[in-house]
T-cell receptor, first 114, second 114 residues
Framework: KQEVTQIPAALSVPEGENLVLNCSFT??????LQWFRQDPGKGLTSLLL?????REQTSGRLNASLDKSSGRSTLYIAASQPGDSATYLC?????????????FGKGTKLSVIP | NAGVTQTPKFRVLKTGQSMTLLCAQD?????MYWYRQDPGMGLRLIHY???????AKGEVPDGYNVSRLKKQNFLLGLESAAPSQTSVYFC?????????????FGPGTRLTVT
């Protein structure tokens, strides 16, 4: 059974710092990996989706990388801002049967201190 | 585009009562999903649909039923609510394979069963 782990569970950084969030998964037979942001009391917002054939995706100050063989993905946030404070979740979609079912990590709660 | 909308936003039920949660999307997505989010458990898939008139069980389907009579709507029903169903419920929809099944989430429904 696929397991997705995000460490640390919480992270606090000063404004302007570059930071990396980590996501690891146990089964490398994935179709793709998606990073989400969740603000308190809100739904999830899709940030980036990386297909299994890709190494990275970029959107503005965000860059996500994927190393399928080692079961790891990272989300890099450049020049962090207080508005980046939120919980960040990663989710993997398996390849093949049952490919509709995402497995989510429990998230990293990020606080950016002004 | 309103994206994915959910009604109601909040609901309190007594044990044994029934209710239906409504999800609507205006992105013409084929796939729709119902998740629940609980502290320490992360997001778990309840049921999903790969098209109008079709539904399938996810990871935690017991105690719930769903229907997809129209492509844009996905209903989640609780026939006899239990305190264990106290949770935040999220609906999502996604593009099909050509867009990597990228999922978009609604704002959530916070349900309390007393």
């Amino acid at each position: 059974k696929q397991e997705v782990t995000q460490i640390p569970a919480a992270l606090s950084v000063p404004e302007g710092e570059n930071l990396v969030l980590n996501c690891s998964f146990t089964d490398s037979a994935i179709y793709n990996l998606q990073w989400f942001r969740q603000d308190p009391g809100k739904g999830l917002t899709s940030l980036l989706l990386i297909q299994s054939s890709q190494r990275e995706q970029t959107s503005g100050r965000l860059n996500a990388s994927l190393d399928k063989s080692s079961g790891r993905s990272t989300l890099y946030i450049a020049a962090s801002q207080p508005g980046d404070s939120a919980t960040y979740l990663c989710a993997v979609r398996p390849r093949g049967a049952g490919s509709y079912q995402l497995t989510f990590g429990k998230g990293t709660k990020l606080s950016v201190i002004p | 585009n309103a994206g994915v909308t959910q009604t109601p936003k909040f609901r309190v039920l007594k044990t044994g009562q029934s209710m239906t949660l409504l999800c609507a999307q205006d992105m013409n997505h084929e796939y729709m999903y119902w998740y629940r989010q609980d502290p320490g458990m992360g997001l778990r898939l309840i049921h999903y649909s790969v098209g109008e008139g079709t539904t399938a069980k996810g990871e935690v389907p017991d105690g719930y039923n769903v229907s997809r009579l129209k492509k844009q709507n996905f209903l989640l029903g609780l026939e006899s609510a239990a305190p264990s169903q106290t949770s935040v419920y999220f609906c999502a929809s996604s593009y099909s394979k050509d867009r990597g099944y990228e999922q978009y989430f609604g704002p959530g429904t916070r349900l309390t069963v007393t």
